[in-house]
């Protein structure tokens, strides 16, 4: 699994980091960042990745392929 950022749409909101800790931080501007994208459950990931308001999260599968949103 690969988790794909699209900082120009992170808002900073950091529901992310809230719901996996692991495998999402915010840096000194507030924008996303991924520390571990293996260090938390698959469906964890995605809960986080389906929490952000801004929807600002991509996971891709191991191809490389959009699997959310």
């Not at 120009?8 to 692991?22: D, L, R």
């Not at 507030?30 to 999260?57: H, N, S």
């Amino acid at each position: 699994m690969q988790i794909r950022i699209l900082r120009h749409e992170c808002c900073g909101n950091g529901e992310c980091v809230e719901i996996a800790p692991a495998v999402f931080a915010l840096d000194p501007r507030r924008k996303c960042m991924v520390l571990d994208p293996e260090a938390d459950d698959p469906q964890k990931v995605r809960d986080a990745a389906e929490a952000c308001p801004c929807q600002a999260i991509e996971i891709l599968d191991d191809d490389g392929e959009i699997v959310f949103p």
